[in-house]
């Protein structure tokens, strides 16, 4: 379900959305929309990057992906 947004920009940005809306042959609001699907998308890379960062070297068992093939071997052994 959609609902509709009112937002205030600066003359500067709404002349610069229109042009930008105009040249890619989109409406306003589809350029809007756009933008915030990919501030979300960088905001998802940064949450994974920030926790690939913090649980970087937590294992300590010798080598991950020889321990995950032994694991995984044992699914199709039964």
């Known amino acids: 379900m959609s609902k509709r947004t009112i937002i205030t920009l600066s003359e500067e940005d709404k002349l610069w959305l ?3 809306s105009k040249a ?3 409406s306003v609001a589809e350029a809007i929309r756009q933008g915030i699907n990919r501030l979300k998308g960088a905001e998802i890379q940064k949450t994974y990057h920030t926790l ?13 992906l020889i321990y995950q093939e032994r694991i995984r071997s044992e699914w199709h052994s039964s």
């Open 18 to 20: 229109e042009s930008y």
């Open 24 to 26: 890619f042959k989109i």
């Open 52 to 64: 690939v960062q913090n649980t970087r070297g937590i294992w300590k068992e010798g080598n991950g």
